[in-house]
């Protein structure tokens, strides 16, 4: 069935660092991937989304591509700050179906100054 | 900008009760979304909506109802409360193909 496995449940790191999220998915035809953000005591919101294969998607220097032959749409930002602290979402929305979201298990940065 | 509010925001409940949590959207859009997130397994689908009158079962829908009585409402009915429904739910609307979900605030729901 489909599936958004993201393994890295919390990530810890210092101002300035690189940020690495891991996502992958697996489902038929072509999804529509994303990133969704949620700070502390809100809903999650939009950050990127990528609706073509091997194409880039980037908001506020983080950027993911999609990757049809890995079939991976990791999360990257080459300098991280303490605003950044939150939960990444990967998720995924199959285009064939039942067009269903499938949202991966989150993975919690936290950016220390 | 896109408008998602949820009622209440926090609700203990006693088990075997009856719980109705409220969902209301101001952005015209066609599909909404129950989802409830827990540590270790992310937003997880309850139940959704193409429109009004239409419920839809999503991953988990055992022990929850949905209702849509029109484009702007959504509700989520838990019958029979139980204390592994101990959760916070959030609600979503989409537009449509792209169906970029927006999220309200989340209730936290506490079940003893």
């Known amino acids: 069935g489909d599936s958004v496995i993201q393994m890295q449940g919390q990530v810890t790191l210092s101002e300035n660092d690189f940020l690495f999220i891991n996502c992958t998915y697996s489902t038929t035809g072509y999804p529509t991937l994303f990133w969704y953000v949620q700070y502390s005591g809100e809903g999650p919101q939009l950050l990127l989304q990528v609706t073509t294969a091997n194409n880039k998607g980037s908001s506020r220097g983080f950027e993911a591509t999609y990757d049809k032959g890995t079939t991976s749409f990791h999360l990257q930002k080459t300098s991280v700050q303490e605003i950044d602290s939150a939960v990444y979402y990967c998720?995924?929305?199959?285009?064939?179906?039942?067009?269903?979201?499938?949202f991966g298990a989150g993975t919690r940065l936290k950016v220390i100054a | 900008e896109a408008a998602v509010t949820q009622s209440p925001r926090n609700k203990v409940a006693v088990t075997g009760g009856k719980v109705t949590l409220s969902c209301n959207q101001t952005n015209n859009h066609n599909n909404m979304y129950w989802y409830r997130q827990d540590t270790g397994h992310g937003l997880r689908l309850i139940h959704y909506?193409?429109?009004?009158?239409?419920?839809e079962k999503g991953d988990i829908p055992d022990g929850y109802k949905a209702s849509r009585p029109s484009q702007e409402n959504f509700s989520l009915i838990l019958e029979l409360a139980t204390p592994s429904q101990t959760s916070v739910y959030f609600c979503a609307s989409g537009l449509g193909d792209q169906d970029t979900q927006y999220f309200g605030p989340g209730t936290r729901l506490l079940v003893l």
């Open positions: 998720a995924m929305r199959a285009n064939t179906g039942n067009y269903k979201y499938v």
């Open positions: 909506s193409y429109g009004a009158g239409s419920t």
